[in-house]
């Protein structure tokens, strides 16, 4: 039988045929993406409240120092910096994984210089030698199959993206919760140095009662019992701020000397909260975009590992000028050249291909429930924000009443007895002190709070309450 070249095409393109068939895709097609069933609104916000949300948070609280602390961990906390250098690595990865759908394209070049000798009797011999070589092969991608390994790669850019985002929302948010911290620790120093201050002049009237009329010992043991833990309960305090001084400083990339100071209150939480909808949500939020570009870059790989089951085309090109003069180095008269192409398909390899095929079909499965999973986890993280901010806020009405009613029975008490009153006695003094400081601490505590779960609800939403993610 004569070859030529048109029996080798119809030959290749047999043997195409009967590797498609006999191979042919029977692995199920993955899902590049998954839904979630999202409610119409928070249940937990109040009628009319729907708005949307995104970044610039932090101006909610009119906090210029927060805002300028917000700004200095930004710039130099480590952490950070960590994950902007894997996201820079994870773009040129991307880039890297383009260069497939690309001719690969090498050159080379020798010289060789040889002597014999050929005895006593008969002259040396000499030899020279160059060659020039390119080379070139390229796959071409009949099936998409290294199109779908760029798009997982340009997902996992996507992702790497996306937790770059997420690290600057949580590092915001960590260093507003150091930062409250601190102002509520110093306002418990401040409380601590008060009643101090209360307890020792409790005492003095003690003491002066005892010297005087010689009666109330037990008073004036209270009362030194009293300085004695205010004084410890002071130190406390005083540890407590140092260790939030502390932990604000780390996230700020300072060294942590505890030296920085609070120099205001804790602010009043004045606006309500207009809740945004849950698709927004879906939309937005760092963990989530991470979490949906798994399911496409899943996708991705599991289509790619399915189509290596298919014949792979091969495009070869090769050309050179083999000489033994150098004169003749870049000479085209000398120049030697092939193109070719093959195609492989794999008969048998123990099922290898298909079980790779099947186990990344199973991440896919795998990366969907990971992701519907994570929008129910977001999801009761804003509505449990949602209802503690109704609640506290709720709650810190009483509070304020119960501190001035405190208050005013601390002060009623304490006149009472260092006036000598019938009936007013050291232990009625100590209760009203008691009631007063733990209202009064607890209000402390109950604005913090207020505050820290105002943060934890923008870092549910992934933002603010009003810009929506800008279109890619």
Request: proline share 3%; charged share 25%; net charge negative.
């Amino acid at each position: 039988m004569q070859w030529n070249s048109g029996t080798s095409l119809r030959w290749g393109a047999a043997l195409l045929a009967l590797a498609f068939t006999g191979c042919g895709l029977d692995l199920a097609a993955p899902a590049d993406s998954a839904t979630v069933r999202t409610p119409a609104s928070w249940q937990a916000a109040g009628k009319g409240q729907h708005g949307r949300i995104s970044e610039g948070w932090v101006g909610e609280f009119s906090d210029r120092r927060l805002e300028r602390l917000v700004d200095e961990a930004l710039a130099y906390n480590r952490d950070l910096k960590a994950t902007a250098a894997r996201m820079r690595a994870a773009r040129y990865d991307e880039l890297a994984g383009r260069s497939r759908l690309l001719p690969n394209l090498d050159a080379g070049g020798g010289a060789g210089f040889s002597l014999s000798e050929n005895g006593p009797l008969l002259p040396s011999s000499e030899s020279e030698s160059y060659n020039l070589t390119l080379s070139a092969a390229w796959e071409v991608d009949l099936w998409g199959r290294l199109r779908d390994l760029t798009a997982a790669e340009a997902a996992n850019t996507t992702a790497a993206e996306a937790l770059y985002r997420g690290a600057r929302l949580s590092l915001a948010a960590n260093t507003a919760k150091a930062w409250y911290n601190l102002l509520a620790a110093d306002a418990q120093v401040e409380l601590a140095e008060f009643t101090l201050k209360s307890f020792r002049s409790n005492l003095r009237i003690s003491e002066r009662n005892y010297v005087g009329t010689g009666e109330g010992v037990l008073d004036v043991q209270f009362g030194r019992t009293n300085v004695a833990a205010a004084e410890r309960a002071l130190q406390s305090s005083r540890l407590a701020r140092n260790n939030a001084s502390r932990a604000l400083e780390t996230l700020l990339g300072r060294y942590p000397t505890a030296a920085l100071e609070g120099d205001s209150e804790l602010p009043e939480l004045r606006r309500g909260v207009p809740s945004g909808l849950p698709a927004g949500l879906l939309e937005r939020r760092p963990d989530l975009a991470i979490a949906r570009a798994d399911v496409y870059a899943s996708a991705k790989r599991a289509d790619a590992a399915r189509k290596s089951l298919l014949p792979s085309l091969v495009l070869t090109g090769s050309g050179g000028t083999p000489v033994s003069r150098f004169a003749n180095f870049l000479d085209p008269d000398w120049l030697v050249a092939s193109v070719g192409a093959s195609v492989a398909q794999n008969l048998f390899d123990g099922g290898q291909r298909a079980n790779l095929g099947r186990a990344a079909l199973e991440r896919n499965d795998a990366a969907i429930h990971d992701y519907s999973e994570a929008a129910l986890q977001a999801f009761r993280e804003v509505e449990n924000a949602l209802d503690a901010d109704r609640s506290l806020g709720e709650q810190e009405a009483f509070l304020l009443t119960e501190v001035k009613q405190a208050g005013l029975a601390e002060k009623q008490a304490v006149s009472d007895y260092s006036e000598g009153i019938e009936g007013a006695d050291i232990l009625s003094v100590l209760e009203a002190q008691r009631r007063a400081t733990n209202a009064r601490g607890n209000l402390i505590n109950l604005r913090n709070n207020r505050l820290q779960n105002r943060i934890d609800l923008h870092l549910a939403l992934g933002g603010d309450f009003r810009t929506p993610e800008p279109s890619k």
